[in-house]
């Protein structure tokens, strides 16, 4: 940006900024938070998604976002009624402030309380979650909303109001969420309560339906006996046709090679709905 970050707003763009956070977690007993003194807040849930949409920008419509925000609340056992305040991702860029509010729309609706720290703390890049985690968790314990500054106005299919002052509004909620997204289309979605939460859900059975492996011992995860004989012949396009090597790098190659295998074996063709579980 020309200008200081300003989420939500104009100019459209991000700062890069850098820092780091640290979290110390404690295992609560299964009883509950008796004998657990000093804790800051409770960590409830967690989700994570991939849009495999684009190597840089989200998901237009921000499906990443919300399928991630979703499955934290469900892990959390929370309702979206239930949360107060949202930290959000909110880079500042064209690209990325519309669709993660179009997503976060559509789990909360649009008069969630929402802003974004990297207009203060700018964009650290692998460090931007734990910072803004640390800022969701202090915000939480002195009961305000963290401002969203240099907000002017909105852009299209922006907030109306993304806490727009200089300082925090105070404001009693117990439950907050805090959001990131990153290149490559994943996003991870974490809740946090001022409540001990304990819900035991069932545990879900994992059945591993397909295999993929490519190295020195061969093109199949049936080869993973060591050879001493030579390295097979591998050429990335025999698993996809459409990949075109003068763009990958030989470990791109490999791993791609291997998803592709891993996919035929459990004989899946990812589209549609099955495509953004996978």
């Known amino acids: 940006s020309p200008a200081p970050c300003a989420p939500f707003s104009t100019p459209a763009g991000t700062t890069l900024g850098e820092g780091a956070a640290l979290f110390l977690l404690e295992r609560a007993a299964p009883s509950g938070p008796s004998g ?8 409830r849930g967690g989700g994570l998604s ?7 920008s989200p998901h237009p ?6 399928r991630a925000v ?34 976060l729309c559509r789990v909360f609706g649009n008069g969630i309380a929402v802003s974004a720290s990297k207009s203060f703390l700018g964009h650290a890049q692998g ?17 305000v909303l963290p401002p969203t500054l240099h907000f002017v106005g909105p852009r299209p299919r922006c907030p109306a109001d993304p806490v727009a002052d200089s300082a925090p509004r105070p404001a009693a909620y117990r439950h907050a969420v805090c959001t990131n997204s990153a290149f490559g289309g994943a996003n991870a979605a974490a809740v946090f309560s001022l409540d001990a ?13 397909g295999a993929g492996a490519i190295g020195p011992f061969g093109l199949d995860a049936e080869d ?55």
């Open 70 to 103: 979703r499955a934290a609340l469900g892990e959390a056992g929370l309702k979206p009624a239930d949360i107060g305040y949202v930290n959000a991702h909110g880079t500042g860029t064209q690209a990325n402030d519309p669709a993660e509010w179009q997503g």
């Open 50 to 56: 991939a849009d495999g949409y684009h190597p840089t």
């Open 197 to 209: 939460g304990f819900t035991q859900g069932a545990c879900r059975e994992v059945w591993i339906t």
């Open 127 to 143: 460090a931007a979650g734990a910072l803004e985690a640390a800022v969701t968790v202090l915000a939480m314990r002195h009961q």
């Open 224 to 278: 993973l006996e060591p050879s001493s004989g030579p390295a097979p012949t591998f050429r990335v396009r025999d698993f996809v046709r459409t990949a075109d090597p003068r763009t990958l790098y030989r470990s791109s190659e490999l791993l791609l090679a291997a998803v592709a295998g891993a996919l035929r074996a459990a004989d899946l063709q990812p589209r549609g709905s099955s495509r953004e579980r996978t």
């Open 61 to 66: 419509r921000g499906d990443g976002v919300e």
């Open 36 to 43: 657990v003194e000093g804790v800051h807040v409770w960590f």
